[in-house]
């Protein structure tokens, strides 16, 4: 069982940057794939972005590249997502998700094994 506890949202202006940070309970968190997502009030959850073990490949979904960035360190079994440029658009609940398969941005959310329980970004126009 892998426990999942995102932090880092807040309310933020518009062109302002947040860190959020997805922290495991496994020390075998390298062997999962993780992705963040995001829940808009009255809108389906988006992938936001995905991670494979090993952090070497990286996907994104059109809407926040150039702007999102995520990374992770095994070694503190953590995943990040660094937002710049933030805008109202991007405002929802964000969560992290992790799997033992790939997870990309055609990945269905509902499939996937693990999820934390999300944390609110607000962006203020």
């Known amino acids: 069982q892998v426990q999942l506890v995102e932090s880092g949202g807040r309310l933020v202006q518009a062109g302002g940057s947040l860190r959020l940070s997805c922290a495991a309970s496994?020390?075998?968190?390298?062997?999962?794939?993780v992705g963040w997502f995001r829940q808009a009030p009255g809108k389906e959850r988006e992938f936001v972005a995905s991670?494979?073990?090993?952090?070497?490949?990286?996907y994104y979904t059109d809407s926040v590249k150039g702007r999102f960035t995520i990374s992770r360190d095994n070694a503190e079994n953590t995943v990040y997502l660094q937002m710049n440029s933030l805008k109202p658009e991007d405002t929802a609940v964000y969560y992290c998700?992790?799997?033992?398969?790939?997870?990309?941005?055609?990945?269905?959310?509902?499939?996937?094994?693990?999820w934390g329980q999300g944390t609110q970004v607000t962006v203020s126009s």
């Open positions: 998700a992790a799997d033992s398969s790939r997870i990309t941005y055609s990945t269905s959310w509902s499939g996937l094994a693990y």
């Open positions: 496994v020390d075998t968190f390298r062997k999962y794939y």
């Open positions: 991670i494979s073990w090993g952090g070497v490949t990286t």
